[in-house]
């Protein structure tokens, strides 16, 4: 009989599975192709899969880069393997440690911290790639299982940097009255069907849920808070509903204030922040919670520019190029993720600002840019991604200080080190209220990602518990 029709015919299919399966994840091409899977998927899949992928180029960097220079070892010998399971090249780097078990565990402990789920499905085909490695002779179990915990340790690691974004909504105010409206009689709907995909207009949705009431569609090219104001004066509405965006919802929040109704919001925007953080996940769930009347108080921010009436905000209000760096993340978040494009957003920004001097509650400093957020927000020294309570009547603010040496070089370090927290350049505080005057010329007022204008004298204050929102019980 022929020697290599010897070896193919001794070979089993366990044999050549792990065969495949160790060289399918040669230089992380596997995981990179499930990466890249996730991405196109989008959401929480498409966080898992670029962390994945971090934390896998991470690990593959410290193994072969680091690793294996340092700690030299042999690999198996040939004739401890049998023929049939033997690779068709061997490599010749280091056999410490298994740079395709650091590999696998990076990607998979990086996929489970943003999707366990995801993560359950990938852990058979990461212990087999890594289990490869001794079947078919070129790592020795200990390589395997150092790589392993290597890999899982950079993909923890990732946390220190980048944050997990935790997904349960915050925690609101005590529960109230509104008036329950099961047909929707009596409820005043604002619709911008502009606000989401252009291709679903949810109008035809909510008169299926609730027949009986007042759909308004706004004219994006008008005054959307005029129209919801001449809406209310004709209709005399119990309660108030929005379906849009963030900057839909807090213009609809502003009438509910002014005219103390009950507002629900129905999720219709890209984004939606403001009703992810209050757990309005869709349009059945407010639906249930206005056929109930149940309610909960929650609170929000207003600002005074100047002097001028109070501006309304339910996520943030910032100044500087604070608003410049949202708008890019936003644009470049469908394509790198969030923290990337956060990352990559405020380095570009940061690149190109300009110092400003200001007394925060009378405390002179100079700024790169200011941030307020309605509640606070998580993590507390990374990129805000959460907000765990909107009941506690606080405000979130925090600045990039820019009267220290090399404040930007040192920000961007302390972003990408997670060492944020202990930087001088980086200031954070809890507060119910925080004026910030400018010694320089004015500057431009964002809110909710939107920039109302101009000032050089800034109150921000929190108003705890003034919103009354529909929201069905837990």
């Avoid at 565990?105 to 943003?114: I, K, M, Q, R, Y």
């Avoid at 390589?143 to 220190?160: E, K, M, N, P």
């Avoid at 949810?202 to 299926?208: F, G, I, K, W, Y």
Wanted: hydrophobic share 45%.
């Amino acid at each position: 009989m022929n020697p290599v029709q010897s070896v193919v015919e001794s070979r089993t299919w366990t044999d050549s599975g792990l065969r495949v399966a160790s060289r399918a994840a040669d230089h992380g091409l596997l995981w990179f192709a499930v990466g890249t899977a996730a991405f196109a998927v989008g959401g929480r899949t498409r966080r898992a899969g670029v962390r994945g992928v971090l934390a896998l180029a991470g690990a593959s960097a410290l193994t072969n880069a680091v690793l294996k220079p340092v700690f030299p070892r042999r690999r198996p010998p040939p004739e401890h393997v049998a023929p049939g399971r033997r690779p068709r090249r061997t490599p010749t780097s280091s056999s410490f440690p298994s740079g395709h078990a650091a590999s696998a565990a990076a990607f998979v402990t990086g996929v489970a911290l943003e999707s366990p789920a995801a993560a359950a499905l990938l852990a058979p085909v990461g212990a087999a790639v890594a289990y490869s490695r001794v079947h078919i002779g070129v790592h020795w179990p200990t390589d395997v299982l150092a790589g392993a915990a290597i890999g899982a340790a950079v993909a923890v690691g990732t946390r220190r940097w980048w944050a997990v974004r935790a997904d349960e909504p915050a925690t609101l105010g005590g529960v109230v009255s509104a008036p329950a409206l099961p047909d929707g009689s009596g409820l005043l709907i604002l619709v911008n069907p502009g606000s989401g995909d252009a291709d679903e207009d949810p109008s035809d949705r909510l008169r299926r849920l609730f027949p009986a009431a007042t759909l308004l569609r706004a004219d994006p090219d008008g005054d959307v808070g005029a129209q919801l104001e001449a809406a209310v004066e004709r209709s005399a509405p119990r309660a108030l509903g929005v379906c849009g965006g963030d900057g839909t919802v807090v213009t609809a929040v502003g009438v509910a204030l002014c005219h103390d109704l009950a507002l629900a919001v129905f999720p219709g925007g890209t984004l939606n922040h403001f009703a992810r953080d209050v757990g309005v996940e869709d349009l059945e769930s407010t639906r249930d919670a206005v056929t109930a009347g149940t309610a909960v108080r929650v609170d929000v921010g207003e600002v005074r520019r100047d002097g001028n009436p109070a501006t309304i905000f339910v996520n943030t209000a910032s100044l500087g190029g604070y608003p410049d760096a949202v708008r890019l993340r936003e644009r470049w978040e469908p394509r790198l993720g969030k923290w990337p494009a956060a990352a990559a957003a405020m380095g570009r920004v940061l690149a190109r600002a300009r110092p400003i001097a200001a007394e925060v509650d009378g405390t002179p400093t100079s700024i790169w840019m200011l941030f307020v957020g309605n509640g606070r927000y998580a993590p507390s020294d990374q990129v805000p991604l959460s907000r765990p309570d909107l009941n506690e009547g606080t405000l979130d603010v925090r600045y990039l200080r820019a009267d220290r040496r090399h404040s930007r070089a040192r920000l961007l370090w302390a972003t990408l080190t997670g060492t944020l927290s202990a930087s001088p350049t980086y200031a954070h505080t809890d507060a119910t209220a925080v004026t910030v005057r400018l010694r320089s010329e004015p500057v431009s007022l964002a809110t909710d990602g939107e920039v109302i204008g101009r000032g050089r004298e800034f109150r921000f204050t929190s108003r705890p518990a003034a919103l009354r929102l529909y929201r069905r019980r837990a």
